[in-house]
């Protein structure tokens, strides 16, 4: 059993940035791929950026690709989201995700692992 845990969010102004932070505890993740999803007041659950084991590669929706960051590090079992250039449309509860194995998985069949969430509010 693997828990996640997010943190990082807050409250900023349009243009900022945050920073989230996931850290695995319980089994390694270092073998998996990681990704996160957002979910905005009255939407679905989205795919935002995802990685593989390794950190070589990784894939964004077409809605951040440009102003987000997906980056890992196995030492500290840890995945970060940096997020630059926010808009008021990136409001969400952000979670991240464990994938079932190494590869990336832009929708969430692909993971067995879910952090609780954290909430990034971008204000105009």
């Known amino acids: 059993q693997v828990q996640l845990v997010e943190s990082g969010g807050g409250l900023v102004q349009a243009g900022g940035s945050l920073r989230l932070s996931c850290a695995a505890s319980?089994?390694?993740?270092?073998?998996?791929?990681m990704g996160w999803f957002r979910r905005a007041p009255g939407k679905e659950r989205e795919f935002v950026a995802a990685?593989?084991?390794?950190?070589?590669?990784?894939n964004y929706a077409d809605s951040v690709k440009g102003r987000f960051t997906i980056s890992r590090d196995n030492a500290k079992n840890t995945v970060y989201l940096q997020m630059n250039s926010l808009k008021p449309e990136d409001t969400a509860v952000y979670y991240c995700?464990?994938?079932?194995?190494?590869?990336?998985?832009?929708?969430?069949?692909?993971?067995?692992?879910w952090g609780q969430g954290t909430q990034v509010t971008v204000s105009s």
């Open positions: 995700a464990g994938a079932r194995g190494p590869n990336l998985s832009v929708t969430y069949y692909g993971y067995d692992s």
């Open positions: 319980g089994r390694t993740l270092s073998s998996n791929a």
């Open positions: 990685i593989t084991w390794s950190g070589r590669n990784s």
